[in-house]
Nanobody, 125 residues
Framework: QLQLVESGGGLVQPGGSLRLSCTAS????????IGWFRQAPGKEREGVSC????????NYADSVKGRFTISRDNAKNTVYLRMNSLKPEDTAVYYC??????????????????WGQGTQVIVSS
């Protein structure tokens, strides 16, 4: 059974950094695009970044471009989101999701098949 588990969230001061991880079990991520999403209180879930199956193509929402970096280690069945220069408006629950195809549709995976449970990120002084 496919399961995605996010980790690495927490409380960080503005300007700080965090690295989120998304590890899959019961399924190999090698052939699929993976994306990160976030949902802030009272707002809709939004796409943040996507990485293709090979890792050669990465895309980002304008709000995080230049600050966040997505990467993957297929040997560890894990995708990462490195978040630098964090701002209070980055506060949200962050989710990873796996698509059904190897490519991204802009900065989200195409045809999502499964979601993780989310990890909370709070950016506050």
């Amino acid at each position: 059974q496919l399961q995605l588990v996010e980790s690495g969230g927490g409380l960080v001061q503005p300007g700080g950094s965090l690295r989120l991880s998304c590890t899959a079990s019961g399924f190999t991520l090698d052939y699929y695009a993976i994306g990160w999403f976030r949902q802030a209180p009272g707002k809709e879930r939004e796409g943040v970044s996507c990485i293709s199956s090979s890792g050669t193509n990465t895309n980002y929402a304008d709000s995080v471009k230049g600050r966040f970096t997505i990467s993957r280690d297929n040997a560890k069945n894990t995708v990462y989101l490195r978040m630098n220069s964090l701002k209070p408006e980055d506060t949200a629950v962050y989710y990873c999701a796996v698509g059904r195809h190897p490519y991204c549709s802009d900065y989200v995976p195409s045809d999502i098949r499964s979601w993780g449970q989310g990890t909370q990120v709070i950016v506050s002084s």
